[in-house]
């Protein structure tokens, strides 16, 4: 625990100006972001009489060892670079809401030249236009039937499209009028374009001009005696306008705004958000969050905005945002609301009429999302905490493990041999720390061994992030060998990816940023996917690299027992046990986690072809080749002159893909020993 006098800066440093602030740790990693309309008078309230500060202030103060500044010219611009940096750095004492779900959306892809209608969940990507979100993907496949009646937009994917294409037939819903058919050119992808457009109007609220064309048209055919037609336009005004009921009015002035309501108690709190579009609730949306920071109703209203729009434009945010109290400085949040949008955003707080009945509907929605949290989490923590603590109890642990790390290794009889690290904090997946490895210290099938590499590659990396930072002055990590850069693959798929490589443990130390560092923080309990052997391999590997603060077990499959190092007999946790169940979990993560890594390294070697090894053959012209001859083996026996034929091969390509494939050729053609039968070679270069 620090002490904020030490690292608290001079008298008269401090600028009395707008800026934004970062509180960093003794791992100079970033743990509080924080704006000011004076630096100088708001850090200093945090450097009083601990006595005098709130318990959560207190705890990140004395948890910080420096703090730093950036001067800004306005208080729009402080609020960007705060959730600029919060977004980036992810500190800990930050009140950060995350959805409890991943919510549906009613996506139109714009994007494309012929625009599709699907649902839609997670990050939104350029150039799709959204709506929503719904509490459903039933309700929106609803909406969406009943739509394309009137609106027959592609909703097909792009297989079924390019099938459509080839075969010259559309699919069912091309019979039956739910689809344009631009796959076989029914319609111009201009013609199809102004549909997904028509449809956009009308999801975005602009309803009853259309409708009201529609009539007119129906009418219109009536008159003229198209009786067929003006009844196609009668069913679909009614198939509209039960579209329309799905979602009832709320607002009668077709308002578009979008209403945030808070709950929260003395530890959480939870956001609601109703999207109203043409007067009706066409979203609805809620999050959860700790209440790490010292945070009041409008303070919690500020970050909820700037996460719900930090990362829109134009129509995305409303022309009124309402809430149930108004930000620190409301008219700094409604200019960075109003360069979001482009046009002027109110923001205020409802005072009467519908809004305010809508808001307190709103409100009784958060309400309820707090208690059920509560309800939730209280018993997954007792459950979390008692687990850990059977774990601790067993295994003769000082304390209960908050951080457990587990390894696991996979392969298929020898080859394509992998590793996998997991890691749980507090009895939860931590996916943006998982770490994979390739085992590349020798060949061949030999799990003790590989284990041995994972460990101590793992925590020679955690060695030398100390070493540079100070913690470690002097130890194993400075003369034990270097592992190769290229042996660790990096982290998980599902976790953020760097943009290079691991560093190697002797290369220059990547400049102090703030960003949660690789390999950088030790676990209190290391578990291993086996027994007494791999138990062993893993605590031979710390004892090397001289840490011994890390205890170490192994979780058997067979029996599920678990193992200490120098332990001939293995401790039995009772069936029934919340700590065997969590090691299990962690365990099956593990394995789950490398057979996927082990599988994926599989495929990829069989896919690989001859051509891989063209120098400068991209993905198009191995593709053209493959189709011009049939097949690799077909390409193998082609002369330079003919392969000189293909579009896009010139003769200095044509001469490597021969001298490729020649080198290549097998020497004895493949056998399938079961039916004395000779493999041939595929279209792509791989055997069957």
Same mark, same amino acid.
């Given at each position: 625990?620090?002490?904020?006098?030490?690292?608290?800066?001079?008298?008269?440093?401090?600028?009395?100006?707008?800026?934004?602030?970062?509180?960093?740790?003794?791992?100079?990693?970033?743990?509080?972001?924080?704006?000011?309309?004076?630096?100088?008078?708001?850090?200093?309230?945090?450097?009083?009489?601990?006595?005098?500060?709130?318990?959560?202030?207190?705890?990140?103060?004395?948890?910080?060892?420096?703090?730093?500044?950036?001067?800004?010219?306005?208080?729009?611009?402080?609020?960007?670079?705060?959730?600029?940096?919060?977004?980036?750095?992810?500190?800990?004492?930050?009140?950060?809401?995350?959805?409890?779900?991943?919510?549906?959306?009613?996506?139109?892809?714009?994007?494309?030249?012929?625009?599709?209608?699907?649902?839609?969940?997670?990050?939104?990507?350029?150039?799709?236009?959204?709506?929503?979100?719904?509490?459903?993907?039933?309700?929106?496949?609803?909406?969406?039937?009943?739509?394309?009646?009137?609106?027959?937009?592609?909703?097909?994917?792009?297989?079924?499209?390019?099938?459509?294409?080839?075969?010259?037939?559309?699919?069912?819903?091309?019979?039956?009028?739910?689809?344009?058919?631009?796959?076989?050119?029914?319609?111009?992808?201009?013609?199809?374009?102004?549909?997904?457009?028509?449809?956009?109007?009308?999801?975005?609220?602009?309803?009853?001009?259309?409708?009201?064309?529609?009539?007119?048209?129906?009418?219109?055919?009536?008159?003229?005696?198209?009786?067929?037609?003006?009844?196609?336009?009668?069913? /679909?005004?009614?198939?509209?306008? =039960? %579209?329309? +009921?799905?979602? @009832?009015?709320? #607002?009668?002035?077709? *308002?578009?705004?979008?209403?945030?309501?808070?709950?929260?108690?003395?530890?959480?709190?939870?956001?609601?958000?109703?999207?109203?579009?043409?007067?009706?609730?066409?979203?609805?949306?809620?999050?959860?969050?700790?209440?790490?920071?010292?945070?009041?109703?409008?303070?919690?209203?500020?970050?909820?905005?700037?996460?719900?729009?930090?990362?829109?434009?134009?129509?995305?945010?409303?022309?009124?945002?309402?809430?149930?109290?108004?930000?620190?400085?409301?008219?700094?949040?409604?200019?960075?609301?109003?360069?979001?949008?482009?046009?002027?955003?109110?923001?205020?707080?409802?005072?009467?009429?519908?809004?305010?009945?809508?808001?307190?509907?709103?409100?009784?929605?958060?309400?309820?999302?707090?208690?059920?949290?509560?309800?939730?989490?209280?018993? /997954?923590?007792?459950?979390?905490? =008692? %687990?850990? +603590?059977?774990? @601790?109890?067993? #295994?003769?642990?000082? *304390?209960?493990?908050?951080?457990?790390?587990?390894?696991?290794?996979?392969?298929?009889?020898?080859?394509?041999?992998?590793?996998?690290?997991?890691?749980?904090?507090?009895?939860?997946?931590?996916?943006?720390?998982?770490?994979?490895?390739?085992?590349?210290?020798?060949?061949?099938?030999?799990?003790?061994?590989?284990?041995?590499?994972?460990?101590?590659?793992?925590?020679?990396?955690?060695?030398?992030?100390?070493?540079?930072?100070?913690?470690?002055?002097?130890?194993?990590?400075?003369?034990?060998?270097?592992?190769?850069?290229?042996?660790?693959?990096?982290?998980?798929?599902?976790?953020?990816?760097?943009?290079?490589?691991?560093?190697?443990?002797?290369?220059?130390?990547?400049?102090?940023?703030?960003?949660?560092?690789?390999?950088?923080?030790?676990?209190?309990?290391?578990?291993?996917?086996?027994?007494?052997?791999?138990? @062993?391999?893993?605590?031979?590997?710390?004892?090397?690299?001289?840490?011994?603060?890390?205890?170490?077990?192994?979780?058997?499959?067979?029996?599920?027992?678990?193992?200490?190092?120098?332990?001939?007999?293995?401790?039995?946790?009772?069936?029934?046990?919340?700590?065997?169940?969590?090691?299990?979990?962690?365990?099956?993560?593990?394995?789950?986690?490398?057979?996927?890594?082990?599988?994926?390294?599989?495929?990829?070697?069989?896919?690989?072809?001859?051509?891989?090894?063209?120098?400068?053959?991209?993905?198009?012209?191995?593709?053209?080749?493959?189709?011009?001859?049939?097949?690799?083996?077909?390409?193998?026996?082609?002369?330079?002159?003919?392969?000189?034929?293909?579009?896009?091969?010139?003769?200095?390509?044509?001469?490597?893909?021969?001298?490729?494939?020649?080198?290549?050729?097998?020497?004895?053609?493949?056998?399938?020993?079961?039916?004395?039968?000779?493999?041939?070679?595929?279209?792509?270069?791989?055997?069957?």
């Amino acid at each position: 625990m620090a002490d904020p006098s030490s690292y608290r800066p001079k008298p008269g440093q401090i600028p009395d100006s707008p800026g934004v602030y970062k509180f960093r740790d003794e791992h100079r990693r970033v743990i509080y972001v924080g704006k000011a309309k004076s630096l100088r008078q708001r850090l200093a309230n945090y450097f009083q009489d601990l006595s005098g500060l709130h318990p959560r202030t207190r705890t990140m103060v004395t948890t910080a060892a420096s703090v730093e500044w950036t001067v800004v010219s306005t208080e729009v611009e402080a609020l960007q670079l705060e959730y600029s940096w919060i977004k980036e750095f992810d500190p800990r004492f930050n009140v950060k809401y995350r959805d409890d779900k991943s919510y549906p959306y009613l996506a139109v892809t714009l994007n494309e030249e012929f625009p599709r209608v699907q649902v839609m969940r997670g990050a939104k990507k350029k150039g799709v236009r959204y709506f929503g979100p719904y509490g459903h993907a039933w309700a929106i496949r609803e909406t969406v039937d009943l739509m394309l009646r009137v609106f027959p937009v592609r909703t097909c994917s792009a297989g079924v499209f390019k099938n459509a294409a080839r075969s010259g037939r559309p699919c069912l819903l091309g019979y039956i009028g739910k689809c344009s058919a631009p796959c076989v050119g029914r319609v111009t992808p201009e013609e199809h374009r102004e549909l997904a457009d028509d449809f956009c109007d009308f999801m975005a609220g602009r309803t009853g001009t259309y409708i009201r064309r529609l009539e007119k048209d129906m009418t219109a055919a009536a008159e003229e005696m198209e009786y067929e037609r003006a009844a196609r336009l009668r069913d /679909d005004v009614e198939a509209l306008r =039960r %579209a329309m +009921e799905k979602s @009832a009015v709320v #607002l009668a002035d077709a *308002t578009d705004a979008d209403l945030i309501a808070v709950a929260e108690d003395e530890l959480e709190a939870a956001v609601q958000i109703f999207h109203v579009r043409g007067g009706r609730v066409r979203g609805q949306r809620g999050w959860v969050t700790d209440k790490v920071e010292n945070v009041d109703t409008s303070g919690l209203v500020e970050h909820a905005l700037q996460q719900l729009y930090g990362e829109e434009t134009g129509d995305s945010v409303p022309k009124e945002v309402l809430v149930p109290a108004l930000p620190e400085d409301p008219e700094a949040v409604s200019q960075w609301l109003a360069g979001r949008r482009g046009s002027q955003v109110s923001l205020r707080i409802p005072q009467r009429g519908d809004k305010k009945d809508l808001m307190a509907t709103v409100q009784r929605n958060a309400q309820q999302a707090l208690g059920l949290h509560k309800t939730k989490r209280a018993s /997954d923590l007792t459950t979390r905490s =008692r %687990a850990l +603590e059977e774990i @601790a109890e067993a #295994l003769g642990l000082d *304390t209960a493990p908050l951080r457990i790390e587990c390894f696991d290794i996979s392969h298929l009889q020898g080859d394509d041999v992998v590793a996998s690290m997991v890691v749980f904090e507090d009895g939860l997946a931590r996916k943006g720390e998982y770490r994979r490895f390739q085992i590349k210290g020798f060949e061949g099938q030999d799990d003790v061994r590989s284990m041995h590499e994972v460990i101590s590659r793992r925590f020679r990396r955690y060695l030398h992030e100390k070493e540079r930072t100070g913690e470690w002055e002097e130890g194993p990590a400075a003369t034990g060998p270097v592992p190769a850069a290229s042996a660790v693959d990096g982290p998980a798929p599902t976790g953020p990816v760097p943009a290079a490589p691991d560093q190697d443990a002797g290369a220059e130390p990547r400049e102090d940023d703030g960003r949660p560092k690789r390999f950088a923080y030790p676990p209190q309990l290391l578990v291993v996917d086996g027994g007494q052997p791999q138990v @062993a391999a893993a605590k031979r590997a710390l004892d090397e690299l001289g840490i011994d603060d890390i205890a170490v077990c192994g979780l058997a499959k067979r029996l599920e027992e678990v193992w200490l190092p120098d332990d001939d007999d293995p401790v039995v946790l009772p069936r029934s046990s919340e700590g065997l169940y969590l090691l299990q979990r962690v365990r099956d993560e593990a394995h789950r986690f490398a057979i996927t890594y082990q599988r994926a390294k599989r495929a990829k070697r069989i896919r690989a072809s001859p051509l891989d090894a063209v120098a400068g053959l991209g993905e198009t012209r191995k593709q053209a080749l493959i189709k011009h001859f049939g097949s690799v083996k077909k390409l193998r026996q082609a002369t330079i002159d003919e392969i000189c034929e293909v579009p896009g091969i010139g003769r200095r390509t044509a001469e490597s893909v021969a001298v490729a494939l020649a080198a290549a050729a097998p020497a004895t053609p493949a056998v399938n020993t079961a039916t004395g039968e000779i493999i041939e070679e595929d279209d792509g270069g791989s055997t069957t």
